[in-house]
């Protein structure tokens, strides 16, 4: 079972700057895309960023001009490394990763969450 650990949350203020990182805890067999998505209470689960083995990436409308989300040469580890947050990007953030830990076993698993506040 692939564990995901993440690191890098905590409070900033308004205009500052995170980065989050996400590590595998098992190499896959193959890594189909990674990414990272966001909750607030009472809201839904939403998509942030991700990127995609082809190496093509893919932003909320929010984010985009913001947050750039990046892995490691390995597929192990990815990053979002997140600039001028404002108040309504407080959330908790969830590290994803698709794809294959064996050839033939398909999974999609998720981090334990990580709070990122912004506040002054």
């Known amino acids: 079972q692939v564990q995901l650990l993440e690191s890098g949350g905590g409070l900033v203020q308004p205009g500052g700057s995170l980065r989050l990182s996400c590590t595998a805890s098992?190499?896959?067999?193959?890594?189909?895309?990674m990414g990272w998505y966001r909750q607030t209470p009472g809201g839904e689960r939403e998509l942030v960023a991700s990127i995609n083995r082809g190496g093509g990436t893919n932003y909320a409308d929010t984010v985009k001009g913001r947050f750039t989300v990046s892995r490691d040469s390995a597929w192990t580890t990815v990053y979002l490394q997140m600039n001028s947050l404002k108040p309504e990007d407080t959330a908790v953030y969830y590290c994803?990763?698709?794809?294959?830990?064996?050839?033939?076993?398909?999974?999609?698993?998720w981090g334990q969450g990580t709070q990122v506040t912004v506040s002054s």
């Open positions: 098992d190499s896959m067999y193959a890594t189909i895309a």
């Open positions: 994803n990763v698709k794809g294959y830990p064996t050839r033939t076993e398909h999974g999609d698993y």
